[in-house]
């Protein structure tokens, strides 16, 4: 398993002006960065990619659709499938070949019930279309269940799982997420062996979203469970720094998440770095 940091850690959408975050990434140790697409054309692409490159970096991206463009509804559902293509061209021109969030419905966005079998429908169709994006982009898509408060539609990595084998394409896979799984799982480790050969991929947030390693997350269980189940891709470190304002209403980021930003990661790292390399 190889360790990286979703960039939200220092910034919100990624722009030009956060490139030096990819030397402090390298410098803390890790060896690779998530780029948060939150927002399109905020960056030099072919500058970033040379950039990550020559850092000796590798590179996943992460996204969440934007309001008006959810799967579920099939009067926004073209807007959503346009959205999702650039963000995949923008992932496969960084040299990333894993695009991975809540990529079926804005994130806060609730309906006070649970997901009608039309909606279900509907998100099966459109990430259908999305799985012929992603192989033609050379890109994997990990869908991310996100907690009940953020989302009335995937909560869980049972119900991800059934949405990505009714999906039926290995460019379509499940992405969890330690915070979420805290809240609606009832064990972590349960959870990540139901995922199976569907993992894709993982992002590491302590049950507060503070550093990794100082809640009550049971991360050598988490591990264990990863490593019964053959998982070898990246454990990203994700938190939040400078949120964009929608995106702190949505999670609900009211207060200082750790010292610094720095300190999330650097205390983060450490900690993952020494479970990983202890045998299991």
């Known amino acids: 398993m190889r360790l990286g940091v979703n960039l939200m850690v220092w910034t919100g959408p990624f722009t030009d002006a956060d490139v030096p975050l990819l030397e402090r990434a390298r410098r803390v140790g890790f060896e690779g960065v998530e780029v948060p697409l939150l927002a399109l054309g905020c960056f030099d692409v072919a500058r970033v990619r040379r950039e990550i490159e020559s850092l000796g970096l590798s590179c996943t991206t992460s996204a969440g659709v934007p309001r008006g463009c959810s799967l579920l509804d099939p009067s926004q559902r073209p807007r959503g499938l346009a959205w999702i293509r650039e963000v995949l061209d923008i992932t496969a021109s960084l040299g990333a070949t894993l695009l991975t969030g809540p990529l079926y419905a804005p994130v806060g966005e609730l309906s006070g019930r649970g997901p009608l079998a039309a909606e279900w429908d509907s998100a099966v169709e459109a990430l259908q279309e999305v799985a012929v994006l992603a192989e033609r982009a050379g890109v994997v898509v990990s869908l991310e269940p996100l907690n009940r408060f953020e989302t009335y539609f995937l909560n869980t990595a049972v119900d991800a799982v059934r949405l990505v084998e009714q999906v039926g394409s290995p460019h379509i896979g499940v992405q969890v997420d330690t915070f979420h799984m805290n809240i609606e799982e009832k064990s972590l480790p349960e959870a990540i062996l139901r995922c199976g050969r569907h993992l894709q991929h993982v992002h590491c947030s302590e049950n507060d979203r503070g550093i990794v390693g100082t809640g009550h ?27 964009m304002p929608e995106l702190a209403a949505a999670a609900a980021i009211w207060r200082p998440l750790a010292p610094s930003a720095d300190v999330l990661a650097e205390e983060s790292r450490r900690y993952l770095a020494h479970l990983v390399s202890t045998p299991g």
Not at 219 to 225: F, K, L, S, T
């Open 217 to 243: 997350v049971d991360w050598p269980g988490v591990v264990a469970a990863l490593r019964a189940v053959g998982y070898d891709g990246w454990l990203t470190i994700e938190s939040f720094g400078q949120p």
